[in-house]
């Protein structure tokens, strides 16, 4: 999943929680004598449990809760449309998937989000094809378009804003709180297992001589080179991320002191510029920010020595 896990699952209980009052307001408040009050009464009390469940365990239920929440949204809304009374309640249902479609654009990465919305429209239009009312498919046919069209304006809308969050836009790489958040789950990932991680702070040597004599375009080119050129060192696993200037940060999952020396060895041979390294390997229980204030410290006590 993208960007804010929690944030994700709070929108999701908001969802249920909205179809399960209107299922309940049907329930009380019937449209046609052949309204399935049962059916709505009983996904009025799922709905309600569902948002209750994803709104207490949004700090702890694990990714997977997010697709499980919008299936179960789905399921729903499919026996709706197959017990639905009149055609008016089938149409009436495009609106979940709209409202399905860009949750899913919201919180989810591009190709999940399609696949969910694609399941979305075969079940409730195999729902609403099993039904007894006819003479929908038109405005049906409409509602499904509506849906798809928005939820890929959402996806697209949402990987765009989330690029510019995340991504440092002169090199490229992590912007430091994308670096943040994505060390943030390599490191709790290594506390629960046991495996060592190693973070390594680069600062370039002299940088401030290249922009005072050939100028911060000279800089802003130097820097671009060295992403590109460390990206090629580096493990997938590896984050790499911009502090801020001419700052690097890297994290290295299962990795332990001796390794990361080795790698920061291929990155200097492959660099078109020279530059200084701390590192530090996590001990039990720290933190990332004690992790990353041990590391920069190891860069200054190598830049003293340097000097």
Avoid at 7 to 34: D, E, K, T, V, Y
Avoid at 109 to 114: E, G, N, V
Avoid at 238 to 259: H, I, K, N, Q, S
């Amino acid at each position: 999943m993208h960007g804010d896990h929690r944030g994700g699952l709070g929108l999701l209980a908001l969802l249920h929680a909205c179809a399960g009052g209107l299922c309940a307001a049907g329930a009380m408040w019937p449209m046609s004598p052949r309204t399935p009050v049962a059916l709505l009464s009983a996904l009025a009390v799922v709905g309600g449990l569902a948002s209750a469940a994803c709104w207490s365990g949004r700090d702890r239920l694990p990714g997977g809760a997010v697709h499980a929440g919008l299936g179960l949204f789905t399921l729903a809304s499919a026996l709706l449309a197959w017990r639905s009374a009149t055609a008016v309640g089938i149409v009436g249902l495009g609106c979940t998937l709209v409202a399905l479609g860009v949750l899913a654009g919201h919180v989810l990465p591009p190709a999940p989000a399609r696949w969910h919305v694609a399941g979305a429209v075969a079940a409730v239009s195999a729902g609403a094809a099993a039904a007894a009312p006819t003479g929908f498919a038109s405005p049906w046919v409409a509602a499904v378009v509506t849906a798809v069209v928005l939820t890929e304006a959402q996806v697209r809308q949402s990987g765009a804003l989330r690029r510019a969050a995340t991504t440092d836009p002169l090199t490229g790489m992590a912007n430091r709180r994308a670096w943040e958040l994505g060390a943030g789950r390599l490191l709790a990932h290594a506390q629960r297992t046991g495996e060592p991680l190693t973070v390594a702070v680069l600062d370039l040597d002299d940088f401030k001589a290249v922009n005072d004599t050939e100028g911060h375009a000279a800089g802003d080119a130097l820097l671009r080179a060295l992403a590109t050129e460390w990206h090629g060192e580096l493990r997938r696993s590896d984050l790499l991320g911009r502090l801020g200037g001419d700052e690097f940060v890297l994290c290295l999952p299962a990795t332990d002191t001796a390794t990361t020396e080795d790698l920061l060895d291929r990155l200097r041979r492959a660099s078109s510029a020279a530059w200084s390294a701390g590192t530090a390997t996590a001990r039990p229980g720290e933190g990332l920010d004690e992790l990353l204030a041990r590391a920069d410290a190891a860069l200054y006590r190598a830049k003293r020595a340097r000097r």
